[in-house]
């Protein structure tokens, strides 16, 4: 399969990795616009103190010369900044200035598993009495490397006009163009030492008609994107379109006509969100899904100690209140990763010059 990708890298580890595997020479890489999707995710209302000491930059390791794709393999890098503060923490004859900004991390032994996250199965599976071997992995942090080879996939898809917004609908059942009042909730819900979820919506432009396909299962493209979008920390429904609406509504209402109009194939809805049949159909695709508050409250619910065999509060470590907004730039990334996949599966080759081509042909191929 063309790009393919593995992460690696712990939260508070040394840094964050990927390599991506097979992304076709001579497509612009402009370190700029991988920053600035970084950033992006670092942003939005709700977010804890640990985005005031990282400040993401992408180091790119590979596969890049002169700011063009070589077609080797790209190695990507984020430095996880808080490492150091992590480091003096687990060993305080270290001296480091840089721990004064670091809010207490506790690097004790953890047992305390946190309900809603991966702390309980992860410890029970991975054999492991430290619950901080499994939340260092399974923390939202390893969603900036996977931001990271989103902004590459959106560089891919550039040259052929095919681009990506997010944007916010709600958070905890506030609309989210009542600012003042979504502040309100935001300050009402840290104090209270709690936490919220919200809705987004990914909206995705110029996909040429066909990619994915309706053969097989697992080639189906609104699959694979709700696959990618699911796999996000936190998101607990993927819908397009009408989404779970079309379960009351009448089938006169649900399909988008289509209609021939100044020899233009036109359709005045789109409540398909731009998918049928598992392939795009030239329409905007249309996504929205749900992320569920964030299982780590300052006001710690009950659970267990799997060391004690009590029953006691819930471990709590620096945490968002939110992270809604961050969390749609991160499903933008993955959906952008599905598309480039799909997209050069159609149209591959080894350069853009041959992608160019195939994309060109097909094009004309289907304007007939
Ligand atoms: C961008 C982003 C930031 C997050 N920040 C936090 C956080 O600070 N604290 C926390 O407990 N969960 C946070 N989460 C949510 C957890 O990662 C998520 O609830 C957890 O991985 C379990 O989700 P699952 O049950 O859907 O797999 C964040 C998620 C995302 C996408």
Not at 30 to 54: A, C
Not at 100 to 122: L, M, T
Request: proline letters at 2%.
């Amino acid at each position: 399969m063309k790009f393919r990708f593995l992460t690696s890298g712990e939260s508070h580890g040394k840094c964050l990795n990927a390599i991506i595997d097979g992304v076709p020479s001579n497509f612009e890489i402009n370190e700029d616009f991988i920053n600035n999707e970084l950033y992006q995710r670092q942003q939005g209302i709700g977010r804890g103190g640990r985005m005031k000491i990282e400040h993401d930059k992408i180091i790119i390791n590979s596969g890049v010369r002169h700011g063009l794709t070589l077609g080797s393999p790209i190695c990507l890098g984020i430095i996880n900044n808080d490492f150091k503060n992590w480091e003096v923490e687990m060993n305080p004859k270290i001296q480091d200035n840089t721990y004064e900004n670091s809010q207490k991390i506790q690097s004790k032994y953890i047992s305390e598993v946190r309900p809603g996250h991966a702390d309980f199965s992860g410890a029970l599976k991975y054999n492991h009495k430290d619950i901080r071997n499994i939340l260092e992995r399974s923390s939202a942090r390893e969603t900036a490397i996977r931001t990271a080879i989103g902004a590459i996939a959106q560089l891919i898809l550039k040259p052929f006009n095919i681009f990506f917004e997010n944007q916010i609908i709600e958070i905890g059942g506030v609309d989210f163009k009542e600012k003042e009042k979504l502040l309100e909730l935001i300050d009402y819900t840290r104090e209270k030492g709690d936490t919220l979820g919200g809705k987004f919506k990914i909206t995705i432009k110029n996909v040429p008609i066909g990619l994915g396909s309706y053969v097989h299962w697992d080639k189906k493209l609104d699959a694979l994107l709700a696959y990618a979008i699911m796999s996000i920390g936190g998101v607990k429904s993927v819908e397009f379109g009408l989404g779970h609406n079309v379960a009351n509504t009448f089938g006169s209402k649900t399909h988008d006509e289509i209609f021939y109009e100044n020899n233009k194939i036109i359709r005045n809805t789109n409540n398909a969100g731009g998918i049928e049949g598992g392939m795009s159909n030239g329409e905007d695709i249309i996504i929205y899904a749900s992320m569920k508050a964030i299982p780590t409250l300052k006001k710690p619910l009950n659970s267990i100690d799997l060391n004690s065999k009590k029953n006691v509060k819930a471990h709590f470590e620096r945490s968002d209140v939110c992270a809604v907004e961050s969390c749609s730039i991160v499903a933008k990334n993955m959906a952008a990763i599905i598309i480039a996949q799909q997209f050069l599966e159609k149209f591959g080759g080894d350069s853009l010059f041959e992608i160019n081509q195939n994309y060109n042909s097909y094009m004309d191929q289907i304007t007939l």
